[in-house]
């Protein structure tokens, strides 16, 4: 019993934690916390779910084309709206209604374009599950949850080891500064909507795969903005940490407790972080962001 | 001069059609009646001893414009058919029956002054009406004052026949089960029919239809003998109930009851079958839509749902094809409920022997068995509820099939 609800909460975890890290990344270049997140992950699911209905594409060719329109999209918000904010030299409160407008137009838009109503991917898997003594795991648990470990691991690759990503840090350290030392900071703003859409975008494929797709399913993202704050904002692998706590944490309140009781212990351990280490788990200093 | 005059010409003409207007929702209806009365003329001069004399005459408020308008007409159809032959079977009392029907635009202002036109102007012996509880709650203490019987005919809340404290509304019927009656049903077929004696229920606690529902699902299987194994609760938009459903798996039980609404049993019925649930579903009206086969797929294969009567016993499927031949237009299934609300009025009238609106309430307060197209009805003295019969139907191969009327005893 124990076991099979950390393995339940594991995989509600892991997809806060795909979404969890953009919020982070773009905390970390900007400075502030990009409300059409969630958005941008519902459009994911959207352009999966057509490619799917269309064309009876298999699981990989929808998660990559879902992740490559998530991705777009996320470039597209930073060229149409954040740049030109940035530009003008507005304070970052700017950017975060932008953001929320965002959020609601799309939220809209999707209402418009495809109706209010709940769609399911047709099952693209059996609905076998994995035995393991007493704990049954979906094959889709397994599925989204290798997607999301190699997610996660060719960012942190991506971010620590490469030169993209020393330019990432670069300018996330200190735009100004980069920008005074040659570096194309546009550039590297496009790079991480770009990683931040595309993960994205992968959360928004595997939710409607598990769940399933309507047009305010990036309302989820909040709950994945309350993780990246509990793992501090603006680091990587906070998020992540703090996605699999509270991931962990909802799946035991409501199995142990109650279901009602769920939110509030989640929202509660926020306050709670917010006043003892506002900072978060992984708090950073201002010297090393990403 | 010709200026002058043509000005006041227009001026009139415009008062005349602002006028005509204000007017046009009675103009309508009045119309709609006068064409029944005209038909019942017909009939009456048809029939070898037709009724005579004075029609005795039933209300009906619905919204018959606006966006509703299509259940609202489609009762008042129902109710002409079942005039139509009432009066060709000879009347009632040996005196015509005749409906008047007044929109109440599915609000529960205009409804309120649609039912004081019908008990003031046209001198109604009872009225029909609506689907709406908004309006019926608005209605129903008016109905109390003016002393004429009030039959609701699907609207479900439970205050449109109790108020807010407790009181009964001494005139107010209504023809449709509340959505909390249908724990009842499911608690009894379940374990009478289906034979489970073991049951875990999940429940909506952020919606009163499924914690309505729960609590008298719990009363009737525990009392027939059952025992609930588990009771878990979560809320809509959870979309992950997987810590639920495995305390659910660990009770081990016969039978899952998930009264929640169609998006969200797709979502709990394919999660619970991952867990590796493999008990029998059963849910209440909230399943009812062509799209949850599509969602849940094979995971709700062979479940279980009750709902409200319609167009499923051969009488009640005879009936829509006599109704789509006379309207030409596809029967909703608000014309079984003024089929029937006439009907029942009819019997109600026949056995007291009386068209007097005191003893109507008498009679619709005490009813037992009256059969409609709707299946056996009784009504509960009590709270005005009526125990009627609910269609079952069973998820079979992605398609919904009607099993049988059950009625509760």
């Given at each position: 019993?124990?076991?099979?609800?950390?393995?339940?909460?594991?995989?509600?975890?892991?997809?806060?934690?795909?979404?969890?890290?953009?919020?982070?990344?773009?905390?970390?270049?900007?400075?502030?916390?990009?409300?059409?997140?969630?958005?941008?992950?519902?459009?994911?699911?959207?352009?999966?779910?057509?490619?799917?209905?269309?064309?009876?594409?298999?699981?990989?060719?929808?998660?990559?084309?879902?992740?490559?329109?998530?991705?777009?999209?996320?470039?597209?918000?930073?060229?149409?709206?954040?740049?030109?904010?940035?530009?003008?030299?507005?304070?970052?409160?700017?950017?975060?209604?932008?953001?929320?407008?965002?959020?609601?137009?799309?939220?809209?838009g999707a209402m418009l374009a495809f109706g209010p109503k709940f769609q399911m991917f047709p099952s693209m898997f059996e609905t076998s599950t994995i035995q393991l003594g007493s704990i049954s795991i979906g094959i889709l648990d397994v599925i989204?949850?290798?997607?999301?470990?190699?997610?996660?691991?060719?960012?942190?690759?991506?971010?620590?080891?490469?030169?993209?990503?020393?330019?990432?840090?670069?300018?996330?350290?200190?735009?100004?500064?980069?920008?005074?030392?040659?570096?194309?900071?546009?550039?590297?703003?496009?790079?991480?909507?770009?990683?931040?859409?595309?993960?994205?975008?992968?959360?928004?494929?595997?939710?409607?795969?598990?769940?399933?797709?309507?047009?305010?399913?990036?309302?989820?993202?909040?709950?994945?903005?309350?993780?990246?704050?509990?793992?501090?904002?603006?680091?990587?692998?906070?998020?992540?940490?703090?996605?699999?706590?509270?991931?962990?944490?909802?799946?035991?309140?409501?199995?142990?407790?109650?279901?009602?009781?769920?939110?509030?212990?989640?929202?509660?351990?926020?306050?709670?972080?917010?006043?003892?280490?506002?900072?978060?788990?992984?708090?950073?200093?201002?010297?090393?962001?990403? | 001069?010709?200026?002058?005059?043509?000005?006041?010409?227009?001026?009139?003409?415009?008062?005349?059609?602002?006028?005509?207007?204000?007017?046009?929702?009675?103009?309508?209806?009045?119309?709609?009646?006068?064409?029944?009365?005209?038909?019942?003329?017909?009939?009456?001069?048809?029939?070898?001893?037709?009724?005579?004399?004075?029609?005795?005459?039933?209300?009906?408020?619905?919204?018959?414009?606006?966006?509703?308008?299509?259940?609202?007409?489609?009762?008042?159809?129902?109710?002409?058919?079942?005039?139509?032959?009432?009066?060709?079977?000879?009347?009632?009392?040996?005196?015509?029956?005749?409906?008047?029907?007044?929109?109440?635009?599915?609000?529960?202002?205009?409804?309120?002054?649609?039912?004081?036109?019908?008990?003031?102007?046209?001198?109604?012996?009872?009225?029909?009406?609506?689907?709406?509880?908004?309006?019926?709650?608005?209605?129903?203490?008016?109905?109390?004052?003016?002393?004429?019987?009030?039959?609701?005919?699907?609207?479900?809340?439970?205050?449109?026949?109790?108020?807010?404290?407790?009181?009964?509304?001494?005139?107010?019927?209504?023809?449709?089960?509340?959505?909390?009656?249908?724990?009842?049903?499911?608690?009894?077929?379940?374990?009478?029919?289906?034979?489970?004696?073991?049951?875990?229920?999940?429940?909506?606690?952020?919606?009163?239809?499924?914690?309505?529902?729960?609590?008298?699902?719990?009363?009737?299987?525990?009392?027939?003998?059952?025992?609930?194994?588990?009771?878990?609760?979560?809320?809509?938009?959870?979309?992950?109930?997987?810590?639920?459903?495995?305390?659910?798996?660990?009770?081990?039980?016969?039978?899952?009851?998930?009264?929640?609404?169609?998006?969200?049993?797709?979502?709990?019925?394919?999660?619970?079958?991952?867990?590796?649930?493999?008990?029998?579903?059963?849910?209440?009206?909230?399943?009812?839509?062509?799209?949850?086969?599509?969602?849940?797929?094979?995971?709700?294969?062979?479940?279980?749902?009750?709902?409200?009567?319609?167009?499923?016993?051969?009488?009640?499927?005879?009936?829509?094809?006599?109704?789509?031949?006379?309207?030409?237009?596809?029967?909703?299934?608000?014309?079984?409920?003024?089929?029937?609300?006439?009907?029942?009025?009819?019997?109600?009238?026949?056995?007291?022997?009386?068209?007097?609106?005191?003893?109507?309430?008498?009679?619709?307060?005490?009813?037992?068995?009256?059969?409609?197209?709707?299946?056996?009805?009784?009504?509960?003295?009590?709270?005005?509820?009526?125990?009627?019969?609910?269609?079952?139907?069973?998820?079979?191969?992605?398609?919904?099939?009607?099993?049988?009327?059950?009625?509760?005893?």
């Amino acid at each position: 019993m124990f076991l099979q609800q950390l393995v339940n909460g594991i995989s509600v975890g892991g997809i806060y934690a795909l979404i969890a890290t953009g919020y982070a990344l773009i905390y970390s270049l900007l400075g502030f916390s990009n409300w059409a997140h969630g958005e941008v992950a519902m459009f994911g699911a959207y352009m999966a779910l057509t490619l799917v209905t269309r064309t009876n594409s298999p699981f990989l060719g929808a998660l990559v084309f879902g992740i490559l329109g998530a991705g777009l999209l996320s470039i597209f918000n930073e060229k149409v709206a954040y740049k030109r904010i940035r530009d003008h030299g507005s304070p970052t409160m700017f950017l975060m209604i932008a953001a929320m407008g965002i959020s609601t137009t799309y939220q809209n838009g999707a209402m418009l374009a495809f109706g209010p109503k709940f769609q399911m991917f047709p099952s693209m898997f059996e609905t076998s599950t994995i035995q393991l003594g007493s704990i049954s795991i979906g094959i889709l648990d397994v599925i989204s949850l290798l997607t999301t470990i190699v997610a996660l691991v060719v960012l942190d690759l991506l971010i620590n080891k490469s030169k993209m990503g020393l330019g990432i840090r670069t300018v996330a350290s200190n735009s100004y500064t980069a920008s005074l030392m040659g570096i194309n900071i546009d550039r590297y703003f496009a790079l991480v909507f770009l990683l931040a859409g595309m993960l994205a975008g992968s959360a928004g494929v595997l939710l409607g795969l598990k769940y399933s797709v309507y047009p305010t399913m990036g309302n989820v993202s909040l709950k994945a903005f309350i993780a990246s704050v509990l793992g501090g904002l603006g680091s990587v692998r906070g998020a992540i940490v703090g996605a699999l706590i509270i991931g962990i944490l909802e799946t035991m309140v409501s199995g142990y407790l109650s279901s009602g009781l769920r939110d509030l212990v989640t929202f509660g351990l926020l306050i709670v972080i917010l006043l003892v280490k506002p900072s978060g788990l992984m708090g950073v200093t201002i010297e090393d962001k990403a | 001069m010709l200026k002058k005059v043509l000005s006041a010409l227009l001026a009139l003409s415009l008062v005349a059609s602002l006028a005509g207007c204000s007017g046009g929702e009675t103009g309508s209806t009045a119309g709609a009646a006068a064409s029944t009365a005209a038909s019942d003329a017909g009939s009456a001069a048809g029939g070898a001893s037709g009724p005579s004399g004075e029609p005795i005459r039933i209300g009906y408020v619905s919204a018959l414009s606006g966006d509703s308008a299509l259940w609202g007409q489609a009762g008042l159809n129902g109710m002409k058919l079942a005039v139509e032959d009432v009066n060709a079977a000879g009347g009632v009392l040996g005196r015509p029956i005749e409906v008047v029907g007044y929109d109440g635009q599915g609000q529960p202002l205009d409804s309120v002054n649609a039912l004081n036109k019908l008990i003031d102007e046209s001198k109604v012996v009872a009225v029909v009406g609506t689907n709406f509880s908004s309006c019926n709650i608005a209605m129903a203490p008016v109905a109390d004052s003016k002393k004429i019987p009030l039959v609701a005919t699907a609207a479900s809340s439970p205050s449109v026949t109790v108020d807010e404290q407790g009181k009964l509304h001494p005139y107010s019927f209504r023809i449709g089960f509340t959505d909390p009656f249908q724990g009842r049903v499911l608690g009894s077929y379940v374990y009478e029919k289906l034979g489970f004696k073991k049951a875990a229920i999940i429940t909506d606690i952020g919606d009163n239809y499924s914690t309505g529902i729960t609590q008298y699902l719990t009363k009737e299987f525990t009392a027939k003998g059952g025992t609930i194994v588990a009771k878990e609760e979560a809320r809509s938009g959870d979309n992950d109930f997987r810590a639920q459903l495995s305390k659910i798996k660990s009770a081990n039980p016969d039978v899952l009851f998930i009264p929640w609404i169609y998006k969200d049993v797709a979502l709990i019925t394919k999660q619970a079958r991952e867990l590796g649930i493999t008990c029998q579903f059963v849910g209440a009206d909230g399943w009812d839509s062509q799209d949850l086969p599509k969602l849940a797929g094979t995971a709700i294969d062979n479940s279980y749902y009750c709902s409200r009567p319609g167009f499923n016993t051969r009488e009640a499927i005879e009936y829509g094809e006599r109704y789509k031949k006379v309207y030409n237009i596809v029967p909703e299934a608000e014309c079984l409920f003024g089929y029937d609300g006439v009907m029942w009025l009819v019997q109600v009238m026949k056995e007291k022997n009386s068209a007097d609106p005191e003893a109507i309430r008498d009679g619709l307060e005490n009813t037992k068995d009256f059969k409609g197209y709707l299946g056996t009805m009784s009504v509960d003295p009590a709270t005005h509820d009526p125990t009627r019969d609910a269609a079952i139907f069973q998820i079979k191969d992605g398609a919904i099939k009607y099993i049988e009327n059950y009625s509760v005893n």
